[in-house]
């Protein structure tokens, strides 16, 4: 229950509540399952506050300062927080029906298993935040930034999401190898794929855009990992990376597969492979999918890629780069062209009618 003083002093007005949290910035506000609907709290300092269950229905609290403030189960319909500071806010399973979020700071803000139904995100800054499980309706996200957001789990229908920048969303658990997307309804679609055996075969979504990027990506060759990732984005593909450095807490071969399977093309990068063998021998023999192999000048490939090359014509020649900007400034020539002649030509394989001799 809420603390009855701290209400007191809230319900003074926000000039009043302010002052207060000046002067006593060591208490953190108990406001849970307060009933604030319809209250003017434009500009409230609620940093750190406690509202867990708090009925907010209607509050106005633009401007507001929410930054890890505890929001679990809150009742927010048709609240205003445009322009609200709510980094790191917990919002777990809270209600946001018909909410104004407009330019709203929400980094890191924990999002999970809560009711997002149309709602204006519109340029909100959801940098990092956790959506997991959460339901998005109707919910216009037009320019706002998700950049790095956790949608493990979530459910996407309606969305509006016109400059909206969708990079790096994080579609696994905690507990599995990280694999990231640039779409939120692309990463809907992948989580529903990693985890329905009934819709493998729906490859076509993704399959015209899908680029597997596979590889060590660590700590010194990051900047590889990007710069392609920006490249491939300029040429409208959408990349999915799966990165090798990352603990093996579970056998993800199959899905390393899987992927595989959905893309348009590989980019695999064979410099000081670890785990890099094993998933082109599980992945290669099994699926015609082109694998465009990179290799950084000097270093050598591992023994058994040149029997893969030999035996599939659908992995591509080794392209040898001796920067990242040599690597970008070839990549549609080098690259992406040959992966896509190779995945007509493959194409064209496939869809061949069968071939007949009479006896």
């Given amino acids: 229950?809420?603390?009855?003083?701290?209400?007191?002093?809230?319900?003074?007005?926000v000039d009043a509540w302010n002052k207060w949290r000046d002067e006593n910035p060591a208490i953190r506000p108990d406001?849970?399952?307060?009933?604030?609907?319809?209250?003017?709290?434009?500009g409230a300092n609620l940093s750190g506050a406690v509202l867990w269950q708090a009925r907010l229905r209607n509050a106005n609290l633009r401007g507001a300062v929410l930054s890890n403030a505890n929001l679990r189960g809150a009742n927010l319909r048709r609240v205003n927080l445009r322009r609200a500071n709510?980094?790191?806010?917990k919002l777990l399973r809270a209600d946001l029906r018909r909410a104004d979020l407009t330019r709203a700071n929400l980094r890191y803000?924990?999002?999970?298993?809560?009711?997002?139904?149309n709602v204006k995100l519109k340029e909100?800054?959801?940098?990092?935040?956790?959506?997991?499980?959460?339901t998005l309706v109707d919910t216009d996200l037009?320019?706002?930034d998700l950049t790095g957001s956790y949608v493990y789990g979530i459910s996407a229908w309606g969305l509006k999401l016109e400059n909206a920048n969708q990079q790096n969303l994080i579609v696994t658990r905690d507990d599995e190898p990280e694999i990231t997307v640039d779409d939120i309804e692309v990463a809907q679609f992948i989580y529903l794929v990693l985890h329905n055996e009934k819709i493998r075969d729906i490859i076509d979504t993704i399959g015209k855009r899908g680029v597997l990027l596979l590889g060590r990506f660590t700590e010194g060759r990051i900047a590889i990992l990007e710069r392609l990732r920006e490249k491939l984005r300029s040429l409208g593909y959408v990349p999915m990376v799966f990165n090798f450095d990352k603990p093996e807490t579970k056998d993800f071969t199959e899905t390393v597969r899987l992927l595989a399977n959905l893309s348009h093309f590989v980019i695999v990068?064979?410099?000081?492979?670890?785990?890099?063998?094993?998933?082109?021998?599980?992945?290669?023999p099994d699926y015609m999918v082109p694998f465009a192999?990179?290799?950084?000048?000097?270093?050598?490939?591992?023994?058994?890629?040149?029997?893969l090359q030999n035996k599939y014509d659908w992995v591509l020649d080794v392209i040898v780069y001796s920067s990242t900007d040599r690597l970008i400034e070839v990549l549609e020539d080098k690259v992406i062209g040959p992966a896509k002649a190779k995945f007509d030509e493959l194409l064209t394989r496939r869809t061949a009618p069968l071939r007949t001799q009479k006896a």
């Avoid at 803000?109 to 139904?117: N, V």
């Avoid at 990068?269 to 290669?284: C, K």
């Avoid at 192999?293 to 029997?307: K, S, T, Y």
């Fill in 293 to 307: 192999p990179i290799l950084e000048e000097g270093q050598p490939p591992f023994a058994m890629f040149v029997d």
């Fill in 269 to 284: 990068d064979i410099t000081n492979p670890r785990s890099t063998p094993l998933e082109l021998q599980a992945t290669v």
């Fill in 109 to 117: 803000a924990r999002l999970g298993r809560t009711h997002i139904l």
């Fill in 1 to 13: 229950m809420a603390n009855d003083k701290h209400v007191a002093i809230l319900e003074k007005g």
């Fill in 124 to 134: 909100a800054d959801l940098t990092a935040a956790s959506l997991e499980c959460a």
């Fill in 86 to 89: 709510l980094s790191e806010a």
């Fill in 142 to 144: 037009t320019g706002a």
């Fill in 31 to 42: 406001l849970s399952e307060a009933d604030l609907s319809w209250m003017d709290l434009r």
